[in-house]
């Protein structure tokens, strides 16, 4: 059996805020808000091409967490969003409260890449294919 992957899982301080800034971030839907018998507040967001659920939800009880950090580090440190204009896609998750921490970096592939802080400390990365030139096109 090939494995595929299920989910990201955020755990936030306050789940509902997080998902909504998600759906303004990057187009998803809330399909689910419930709150599960672990004592979490669990909320179910496909991605807007339905290709990846993000599940957000808070601590469970009892459970005490961990400071989020969206710096470069050991273990899951990101996860990537395709990117059409890298700067005007910077410049609208600015003005919803991420911070660019790093870029825009041209790769020697020709696509371009950016590392932002998204809400409670996660990095997520851009990223702006090579343009394909147009068939029939000269110059």
């Not at 696509?111 to 851009?126: C, G, Q, T, Y």
């Amino acid at each position: 059996m090939a494995f595929r992957i299920n989910h990201i899982h955020l755990k936030p301080p306050d789940p509902r805020k997080t998902a909504e800034w998600y759906v303004q971030a990057f187009g998803f839907t809330i399909l689910g808000d419930e709150t599960r018998v672990f004592g979490d507040r669990f909320i179910r967001c496909p991605s807007e091409d339905g290709g990846m659920d993000v599940n957000i939800s808070g601590a469970r009880t009892g459970e005490t967490l961990g400071p989020g950090d969206a710096s470069a580090h050991h273990g899951l440190e990101h996860f990537g969003f395709d990117s059409e204009h890298l700067e005007t896609d910077i410049a609208r998750l600015e003005t919803l409260g991420a911070r660019l921490l790093e870029g825009p970096i041209q790769s020697p592939t020709g696509s371009r890449i950016a590392f932002l802080k998204a809400p409670d400390d996660v990095r997520v990365e851009l990223i702006e294919w090579r343009k394909k030139p147009v068939a029939g096109g000269c110059c």
